[in-house]
């Protein structure tokens, strides 16, 4: 058969072709999928990447409100501790800790009033780094709420944190309870002499996501329990700290901060 012009067409090359064409079209809508499952897949991680790094709002400390009386600022550093003290002292003192936390409330019970004499004569620097736990022990995740309250204090004026943290303490209430409501956190930063104004970011729980982040980097660092303190970036023993019933030491942290200045 003639495959010129004008003659008749070669039936089994024309079925070749079509073939051809097929599979070419088969292996075009095949790459289609391809990149655009390929796209889907990367669209996902990207978004699924976005909301594991959206931290939500991030607090912060106005320059104006981080003047303290003493001379020193406040700030919050990165890992999301409230850091409150004169920028030129010697010693560096970090408390990790949750409110809910009865040892916590026994570290501060014996040594808040060693940290804050060091803070005021400008021998230390305080960071309280505020975690969320122990959201299990109670059955509102008063954890995460009272960790959101003490980024509102702070905010709003960090010259009387310190205060709020003792009163919190105080006022802890047992583990596995609904812990304390909102208006009782409010209660509590206007009895330390907070505005009306704070209340507001209590009760949005303005920084949940924040928290929640911050408290996974806490963790994964190498914090597995609360109080954890760190003096100078070392961080301190529990024999140093405690007695052997458990107890903490009364003002164990005067001879720690001490050896720390005279380094």
């Given amino acids: 058969m003639s495959n010129k012009p004008g003659g008749k067409k070669n039936p089994l090359l024309a079925a070749e072709r079509a073939d051809r064409n097929r599979k070419i079209l088969i292996q075009v809508a095949v790459a289609v999928v391809l990149i655009?499952?390929?796209?889907?897949?990367?669209?996902g991680i990207a978004v699924k990447n976005a909301k594991k790094n959206d931290l939500g709002a991030t607090p912060?400390?106005?320059?104006?409100?981080?003047?303290?009386?003493n001379g020193g600022t406040a700030t919050i550093t990165d890992n999301g501790a409230v850091r409150i003290g004169k920028?030129?002292?010697?010693?560096?003192?970090?408390?990790?800790?949750?409110?809910?936390?009865?040892?916590?409330?026994?570290?501060?019970?014996?040594?808040?009033q060693?940290?804050?004499?060091?803070?005021?004569n400008g021998t230390a620097v305080v960071e309280y780094n505020i975690i969320s736990f122990l959201d299990k022990a109670s059955t509102t995740k008063y954890s995460s709420r009272a960790a959101n309250a003490s980024y509102c204090v702070a905010e709003?004026?960090?010259?009387?944190?310190?205060?709020?943290?003792?009163?919190?303490?105080?006022?802890?209430?047992?583990?596995g309870?609904?812990?304390?409501?909102?208006?009782?956190?409010?209660?509590?930063?206007?009895?330390?002499?907070?505005?009306?104004?704070?209340?507001q970011c209590i009760k949005d729980n303005s920084y949940n996501k924040y928290i929640e982040s911050k408290t996974k980097d806490v963790l994964n660092s190498g914090v597995k329990s609360t109080p954890t303190v760190f003096v100078n970036g070392t961080q301190v023993g529990s024999q140093d700290l405690a007695l052997p019933n458990g107890e903490f030491k009364?003002?164990?942290?005067?001879?720690v901060i001490a050896a720390a200045a005279a380094k």
């Fill in 36 to 43: 655009g499952l390929v796209a889907a897949i990367g669209i």
């Fill in 60 to 69: 912060s400390i106005a320059p104006t409100a981080s003047q303290l009386r």
């Fill in 87 to 112: 920028p030129d002292a010697k010693v560096t003192v970090r408390i990790v800790a949750d409110l809910q936390c009865p040892a916590c409330k026994g570290f501060e019970a014996a040594n808040a």
């Fill in 114 to 120: 060693v940290v804050q004499d060091a803070v005021e």
């Fill in 156 to 175: 709003a004026d960090p010259s009387k944190y310190l205060g709020w943290l003792a009163t919190m303490y105080e006022q802890q209430p047992r583990e």
């Fill in 177 to 199: 309870s609904a812990g304390l409501t909102d208006d009782q956190l409010i209660d509590i930063t206007k009895g330390v002499g907070y505005p009306d104004s704070v209340g």
């Fill in 250 to 255: 009364p003002d164990a942290m005067a001879a």
